[in-house]
């Protein structure tokens, strides 16, 4: 029965009010189907048939009406999406932190001695007289540093390495390639 709605559904698109389905029975893949060709209400008609002037009604208005199984059970749906949602969310997070830690742990014990100083608001001049570097030599050390934290500049070494700023995958990041 879906079927036959989705295919007038999808020819009178725009032309009609939302319809309300009043079913026989109660089959899921009709309720999926239905709603997402945009019915407005599916009662069943052994149980709940008296609600069919207020569903068309509600359905004017531009709200719904659902039998209360299919209306529990659209709720535990969107309980069990939220949920799935916030999981990827939280992994995503780990991962992220995960691969940011990995970085970090890429760089020389050097090339953390002078992320250290430059992060302790030094320039590159202060960092090299204080290891005993030439200039070219910790921009040497830097150019390193932002290919393994992919980042493009100095600020965005500092935050990156400060936790405040996450490094973009090497995809992202224009003129570097892996």
């Not at 719904?64 to 709720?75: C, F, H, Y």
């Amino acid at each position: 029965m879906a079927q036959r709605l989705r295919c007038f559904s999808d020819k009178m698109e725009g032309l009609l009010p939302p319809a309300v389905v009043l079913a026989h029975g109660l089959d899921w893949d009709d309720v999926r189907l239905a709603l997402d060709s945009g019915a407005a209400g599916y009662l069943l008609e052994n149980r709940y048939a008296y609600l069919l002037a207020e569903a068309l009604w509600c359905a004017a208005r531009g709200s719904s009406i659902l039998d209360p199984e299919i209306a529990a059970e659209q709720v535990r749906v969107a309980v069990r999406a939220r949920a799935d949602e916030e999981e990827r969310t939280r992994t995503t997070e780990r991962t992220k932190s995960a691969t940011s830690a990995d970085r970090l742990r890429q760089l020389s014990r050097r090339e953390r001695q002078i992320m250290e100083l430059l992060v302790s608001g030094r320039g590159v001049s202060d960092v090299a007289r204080e290891l005993f570097l030439t200039d070219k030599t910790v921009r040497n050390y830097l150019s390193r540093i932002y290919v393994k934290l992919n980042a493009r500049c100095l600020s965005e070494a500092i935050l990156y390495w400060l936790g405040h700023l996450d490094a973009p995958s090497a995809t992202d990041t224009p003129g570097i390639q892996t």
